[in-house]
Every structure is written in structure tokens, then in C-alpha cells.
């Protein structure tokens, strides 16, 4: 399982996290970018530091940015 702290974002850590589970084409699952965008809610982050964990993982990706921002949402 892939972590996040609010700390400090690692993607390289976070990139090894998921591919030690066998997760490939995750960065183009609609799923996985909902997923993500519920814990980041799950874990508190809001304003900035949210924001800074959405770019970092989405990059400019619009389909990303926009599939993280759903998941946030649901909550």
C-alpha cells in the first residue's frame, strides 16, 4: 500500500509504493484517481496542501485533476 504523510510528498516513494503492488496504467484509471482524491479527503488535507498533492499527482493532466477533485467531493 502506497502512504501519503501531509509532511512531506515523496512521489518517487509514493510511485514505488504502487508499483510494488502491481499497479500499472494507474495514473490513467478513473477509478484510481477517485480513489485517490477520497483519501486525500479521508486524510484532512484541505486548501493548499491539498492542492499541492492533487498537482503533484495529477501533473496538468485534466482528466486526472478532475477525477481527484470528484473523489474529494464524494465524501
Not at 32 to 61: D, F, H, P, Q, W
Request: proline share 0%; charged share 25%; glycine share 14%.
Amino acid at each position: 500500500m502506497a502512504y501519503l504523510s501531509i509532511a512531506e510528498y515523496d512521489r518517487f516513494a509514493f510511485l514505488k509504493g504502487i508499483s510494488e503492488n502491481g499497479m500499472t496504467n494507474w495514473e490513467g484509471d478513473e477509478i484510481t484517481m477517485i480513489g485517490i482524491g477520497r483519501g486525500l479527503r479521508k486524510s484532512g488535507m484541505t486548501g493548499s496542501v491539498y492542492e499541492t498533492y492533487k498537482k503533484s499527482i495529477a501533473g496538468s493532466n485534466e482528466f486526472r485533476l478532475l477525477n481527484i477533485q470528484k473523489g474529494y467531493d464524494m465524501q
